[in-house]
Nanobody, 122 residues
Framework: QVQLVESGGGLVQAGESLTLSCAAS????????MAWFRQTPAKERDFVAA????????HYGDSVQGRYTISRDNAKNTVYLQMNSLKPEDTAVYYC???????????????WGQGTQVTVSS
């Protein structure tokens, strides 16, 4: 079993930056691919970013490409999401997830955190 806990969400103004963290614990071996998704009550859960175990393979959703950076510190079992130039449309609950392989689809990920709210005001 893998446990994921997100932190770092909050309220920011448009154009500001915010960094989220996702701490992993439990039996993480075999679920080394990590990703971030986001969701609002009226929308489906959308892909944000994903990263391989080595950190060399990264993917970003079109809406965040060039503004967000995903990274990880395997010694700390922690994944980060640096969000720059935030826009009101970035407002959502952000979730981290773990799976055996990278994917853009939420259904491919076996483990999920509880989510952290990010609100961007205009």
């Amino acid at each position: 079993q893998v446990q994921l806990v997100e932190s770092g969400g909050g309220l920011v103004q448009a154009g500001e930056s915010l960094t989220l963290s996702c701490a992993a614990s439990g039996r993480t071996f075999g679920n080394s691919a990590m990703a971030w998704f986001r969701q609002t009550p009226a929308k489906e859960r959308d892909f944000v970013a994903a990263i391989s175990w080595s950190g060399l393979n990264k993917h970003y959703g079109d809406s965040v490409q060039g503004r967000y950076t995903i990274s990880r510190d395997n010694a700390k079992n922690t994944v980060y999401l640096q969000m720059n130039s935030l826009k009101p449309e970035d407002t959502a609950v952000y979730y981290c997830a773990a799976a055996a392989h990278l994917s853009y689809a939420p259904r491919a990920y076996e483990y999920w955190g509880q989510g952290t709210q990010v609100t961007v005001s205009s």
